[in-house]
């Protein structure tokens, strides 16, 4: 038999229901289904069906798309979501994950006012982490700006490797919002490295989350780097489609996330040569696709 040529790691490739907004969390499982992706990671946020633990399980059951992850609501959007205590939150965002069958919980620091909350931070995400499977992995920020003023909004800080965490989710958007190097902060995370937010930018002011390829920042290589260490992890694509013009153009945007992730994730294998030719990051995925079917169960969300 012959040895293979690459080899791709175990790592899942998993469709932020963010990714779809102004959509709904429903229409994130059919596009998740259709492109193909291994599955989602649930945003919780105002849209009452990413709060619905049941609604999320008939989703999952219905398009056959693994609940991979959970979004903590730590947004500014989603501060009375699932209580204005933090620590309430993240306790219901791991009973989600427990019952939905999802390996991590994505949480950002605390905001700098949350004071309480930010001096037991550390501490408090141990705990948790200790009582449960569940990774609790906590997700890299940046400073705020404004022309030239500079704004630390998050505490302990915003790099979160500063701080010692048990599991880390890296987003590479928000190293570009940030202006930092993405590839010495993934060798800081070191293997405590659990998830990764992949997306693009150009270093704005703004948390950009490009298409990965459209931006700025070592997509590619970080993906690779990935493949070639055996990364078990999920990669989530957590991109801004809200400025597509169609539904068919929101979901080709996703289709290229996809097909630029697959692409990256495989590496040669080892004796090998490294020069392999790679097609074009816009190529679409082809025969992945879950067969569509006509109508949800009774009861079901529609998306």
């Known amino acids: 038999m012959a040895e293979p040529v690459v080899r791709v790691p175990d790592a899942k490739v998993a469709l932020s229901t ?15 289904a259709r492109l193909g992706y291994d599955g989602v990671e649930v945003m919780v946020w105002t849209d009452p069906v990413s709060q619905d633990i049941e609604a999320l399980r008939r989703l999952s059951d219905y398009h056959q798309v693994p609940i991979l992850a959970v979004h903590a609501p730590c947004l500014l959007i989603t501060q009375r979501v699932w209580s204005t205590d933090p620590w309430v939150k993240l306790r219901r965002a791991q009973a989600a994950a427990e019952k939905l069958g999802a390996s991590t919980v994505v949480v950002h620091p ?5 004071r309480q909350y930010a001096r037991d931070f550390v501490r408090g995400i141990w705990r948790m982490a200790d009582e449960t499977d569940v990774r609790f992995a906590v997700e890299n920020m940046y400073p705020w700006r404004y022309k030239d003023r500079e704004v630390l909004a998050y505490a302990p800080e915003w790099d979160v490797t500063k701080d010692d965490y048990r599991h880390f989710t890296v987003d590479l958007s928000h190293t570009a919002t940030a202006r930092t190097d993405a590839l010495a902060m993934i060798d800081r995370m070191g293997d405590r490295l659990g998830h990764v937010h992949l997306a693009d930018g150009r270093g704005s002011a703004k948390d ?11 997509c ?3 993906l690779e780097r990935l493949a ?31 097909a630029f992730t697959r692409l990256h994730l495989a590496s040669p294998a080892a004796g090998h040569p490294t020069g392999l030719t790679r097609p074009s990051a816009s190529a679409r995925p082809s025969g992945s696709a879950r067969p569509s079917t006509t109508a949800p169960p009774s009861g079901a969300p529609r998306p």
């Open 18 to 32: 963010a990714s779809v907004y102004p959509e709904s969390t429903a229409t994130a499982f059919e596009i998740a």
């Open 110 to 114: 605390p905001f700098r006012w949350q």
């Open 208 to 218: 950009e989350h490009l298409v990965p390829g459209r931006g700025t920042q070592p």
């Open 220 to 222: 590619a290589e970080l």
């Open 228 to 258: 070639h260490t055996g990364f078990d992890g999920h990669v989530v694509i957590e991109v801004n489609t809200r400025r597509a013009m169609s539904a068919a153009e929101r979901e080709a945007d996703l289709a290229e996330a996809l």
